[in-house]
């Protein structure tokens, strides 16, 4: 929200801070609008999930603290002690102080009538302390919002002379707020126990010896020591020694991970038995663990279209119930003749039912829920409307290398030309591949070494890029590289076209003008990529395609394999994006699984833009609108049924809170409706919408 007013201030600050206590969801909304309406207030958001309070102002927070205090909230900067606990036990006393003088007034109505008032005003006085504080504040605003409902009716329950109902609603309604206080803030200590994985130090190195410092204070490209046991502190590659990692805090992959020299590790993951010298890439801020935290705390404003829907009506709801309440108090008796205390009673139960909370509550509860628990996984969701959105896709669009295959090749064929052996050809190859870094070159060397064959030594190494290299073993000249290749240099490749027609990559190898035989290799495909895909079709998911730049030819042969609806070859990144929008004409909602790289035309187009593996690309995390942080491929099946069991519980939590609002309003007129028990109907259903919407933080992936 914006103060318009107050833009024009030279002297803005930014801050982040924690309101702790809220217990809420439309409280929270509220009290964002009335700090909003502070003169040194330009902009501010107030995230109820987590309590975060985004602030634009000028001059001190005085005000906004003042203001965040009478409301009955406490607010807390970073380095302050978190007080949440504390507000939710200060409820909880406030609450049993009004139960304790409701017990002193049963007593007394037994053995001392005289003081029964007097320990029924206390009750009231003590449970409805925060209540009446927040309505008085609320109407020197010129608001009307649930405190003042709550106080109009405990006022008009001793006007008419209902102490007890007055006292019964005051203590229900602390109790209320005690239970709803607890759970609201045992769900956002799962969420800080996501947003708390970050280390506070890291022992940075100094002329080879380590010093312990802030994890704020290490620089880019700054030597650090991780040892055993610990946490590591910040993103960077391994220079000296080895390890095992956990890294489920990051990718939600369990096994842990080995490192060595030149591997990259994770700011917010456990080192194992080993002691691991990383040189940092970035500072903490630029950390994957730090992208993370900043964008799940981003996808809580990010809200799903039922949550949207949810606000509006309850914009609408609210004044309504309070004009039937008033019509009822007013009318009924000039209507049925009755008695003005009688219809005046009913209008103020019917104040009670008009508290929107449940209503309000029913979708931020399970979309925090739900994005935690994806978050637990390995899965980064970027909002609420993606998690509702990837439910409904019908089709999904997968890149081939990375992300249905490893982007590995293997060497899966031998072909020798007579006179030479599989032992001399691979000698030959891992020798002349010995100086590249290149994906096949890695391949063929591997095979070589899985063989135990020892790599020939090469002099005289000349590689030509895109083509082939060239070199000397023996005095004599060798060449590898692709049948084109070759063939410019005046070898016959006749013997091993047939490979070529199988779709996969062939390099040949030569020997003054002779060929010696050609490799066949093959990308690896992910072990889990036909389970995964068959589990798509399972839910539904009637359209399964591939977007590829790889060749027709090994395209096609992939596609076939894995059983692919349709597959699209040799496309550039602009073809892709284009693919995407047409199918989207065709099927709808589209969703886009790729590397976030050369993809990200292609992700931003969809309806949906899942990147793989985006723990390792910074890229992919700002591309993508769902970010499987790992290589797990089995987090598509999981993603799509939680984003499913998330609209059916926060549809759940609407018709929850209707149906008992409606039954509550409707046991009105015939005076069925006490004032206490329209309190218990508002404060359960909030606390049923609460408790149904968490229960997605224990939403389990099938393997």
């Known amino acids: 929200m914006q103060n318009t007013q107050t833009l024009q201030s030279p002297k803005w600050r930014e801050k982040t801070l924690q309101v702790e206590g809220l217990d809420c969801a439309n409280c929270a909304r509220e009290l964002q609008e009335m700090i909003c309406r502070l003169d040194n207030v330009g902009e501010c958001s107030l995230t109820y999930a987590t309590g975060k309070l985004h602030l634009r102002y000028h001059g001190s927070l005085e005000k906004v603290k003042k203001l965040v205090l009478a409301q009955g909230y406490y607010l807390r900067e970073d380095h302050e002690e978190e007080k949440g606990d504390a507000v939710a036990a200060q409820r909880v006393r406030q609450a049993a102080w009004a139960a304790l003088g409701l017990l002193l007034a049963l007593v007394a109505a037994a053995y001392t009538p005289n003081l029964v008032i007097p320990f ?12 009446f504080r927040r309505a008085w504040l609320a109407l020197l605003q010129r608001r009307l919002d649930m405190n003042v409902l709550m106080t109009t009716a405990v006022i008009g329950a001793i006007i008419i002379g209902e102490w007890w109902e007055g006292a019964v609603v005051a203590f229900l309604f602390a109790a209320s707020n005690a239970l709803e206080t607890y759970t609201t803030e045992k769900n956002r200590r799962s969420i800080r ?13 100094v002329n080879g010896i380590p010093e312990t410092v802030e994890v704020k204070e290490i620089a ?184 249905l295959t490893k982007g590995e090749p293997e060497v899966k064929e031998i072909y020798t030309a007579s006179g030479v052996s599989e032992e001399e050809l691979l000698a030959v190859a891992a020798g002349l591949e010995a100086h590249s870094e290149h994906l096949l070159a890695q391949a063929v060397r591997q095979k070589a070494e899985e063989r ?66 050609a490799l066949l290799l093959k990308d690896t495909v992910r072990k889990e990529s036909a389970a995964v895909l068959a589990a798509l079709r399972k839910l539904g998911i009637n359209n399964l395609q591939m977007l590829t730049g790889d060749r027709q030819q090994a395209a096609i042969a992939l596609g076939a394999e894995l059983g692919l609806d349709q597959v699209r070859a040799e496309l550039l990144p602009q073809d892709k994006e284009k693919t995407v929008r047409q199918t989207e004409e065709t099927w709808g909602k589209v969703a886009m699984v790729g590397d976030g790289i050369n993809d990200a ?63 509550a309003i409707l046991l009105v007129f015939p005076g069925w409706l006490s004032l206490w028990l329209a309190i218990v109907a508002d404060m359960g259903a909030s606390l049923l919408v609460t408790l149904n919407g968490m229960r997605l933080l224990g939403f389990r992936k099938k393997v």
């Open 452 to 517: 135990g064959i020892k790599p020939f030594p090469v002099t005289d190494f000349i590689a030509i890029a895109g083509k082939g290299i060239q070199g000397i073993i023996n005095e004599r000249l060798y060449l590898i590289g692709s049948l084109a290749y070759l063939q410019e240099n005046g070898i016959a490749t006749e013997e091993v076209s047939q490979l070529a027609q199988k779709g996969e990559t062939v390099i040949a190898i030569a020997c003054e003008k002779r060929l010696m035989g």
């Open 120 to 131: 029924l005003l206390v009750t009231i006085l003590v449970g409805g302390q925060t209540t």
């Open 220 to 403: 880019d490209g700054e030597m650090i020591l991780v040892r055993p046991g610990e946490q590591i502190p910040l993103d960077g590659i391994v220079i000296d020694g080895s390890s095992w990692v956990n890294e489920a805090a990051i990718t939600g992959e369990a096994m842990p991970q080995n490192k060595e020299r030149g591997s990259r590790v994770y700011a917010g993951t456990l080192n194992g038995n080993g002691s691991l010298t990383v040189q940092v890439t970035g500072t903490w801020q630029d950390s994957t663990l730090s992208k993370i935290v900043r964008l799940v705390e981003e996808a809580q404003e990010n809200r799903v279209p039922l949550q949207q829907f949810v606000d509006r009506f309850a914009r609408v709801y609210t004044p309504a119930v309070m004009l039937l309440a008033a019509a009822v108090a007013v009318v009924g008796p000039l209507v049925q003749n009755g008695n003005w205390g009688e219809w005046a009673y009913k209008g103020l139960a019917l104040l009670l039912v008009a508290c929107p909370c449940s209503l309000v509550l029913a979708a931020p509860v399970s979309v925090v829920a739900a994005l935690t628990n994806a978050a637990r996984q390995g899965v980064l969701i970027k909002g609420g409307v993606f998690l509702e959105a990837v439910g409904t896709v019908q089709a999904i669009l997968f890149d081939k290398t990375g992300t």
């Open 193 to 205: 126990s996501l947003m708390h994985t970050m280390p506070e130090v890291a022992h940075r190195l």
């Open 601 to 663: 035309p292609a992700l931003a187009a969809a309806t949906v833009g899942i990147a793989m593996g985006a723990a390792g690309s910074p890229t992919a995390l700002e591309t993508s609108d769902i970010a499987l942080m790992g290589d797990d491929l089995t987090n598509l099946p999981y993603l799509i049924r939680l984003s499913r069991h998330t609209t059916a519980v926060i549809r759940q939590n609407i018709v929850l809170s209707l149906l008992l609002k409606t039954a």
